[in-house]
């Protein structure tokens, strides 16, 4: 599963007793990396991407519109389910 970074603890330790392996996505100011995203799907295929777009948990961050159609057209493109 591919998480951001930093990402909610008790997500993490629900991931991680589900057995799940989280794999940390670079961020920034505006939050996740969409070019980091479409990277990290190619190298690790993962099942899922778990974020957490408005409010962040631990950050505070909500992501501005650009870089939510940014990160939309990665996640469609690649067919990565989302929560």
Same mark, same amino acid.
């Given at each position: 599963?591919?998480?951001?970074?930093?990402?909610?603890? $008790?997500?993490?330790?629900?991931?991680?007793?589900?057995?799940?392996?989280?794999?940390?996505?670079?961020?920034?100011?505006?939050?996740?990396?969409?070019?980091?995203?479409?990277?990290?799907? =190619? =190298?690790?295929?993962?099942?899922?991407?778990?974020?957490?777009?408005?409010?962040?948990?631990?950050?505070?961050?909500?992501?501005?519109?650009?870089?939510?159609? $940014?990160? $939309?057209?990665?996640?469609?493109?690649?067919?990565?389910?989302?929560?």
């Amino acid at each position: 599963i591919l998480v951001e970074d930093p990402c909610y603890l $008790a997500a993490l330790q629900c991931f991680q007793l589900a057995g799940a392996v989280p794999v940390p996505i670079p961020c920034d100011d505006d939050g996740l990396d969409p070019e980091a995203l479409d990277r990290l799907v =190619e =190298e690790h295929q993962p099942k899922l991407l778990y974020t957490v777009p408005t409010f962040h948990n631990p950050t505070g961050r909500t992501l501005p519109e650009e870089r939510r159609a $940014a990160l $939309a057209r990665v996640i469609e493109r690649r067919g990565l389910w989302t929560i």
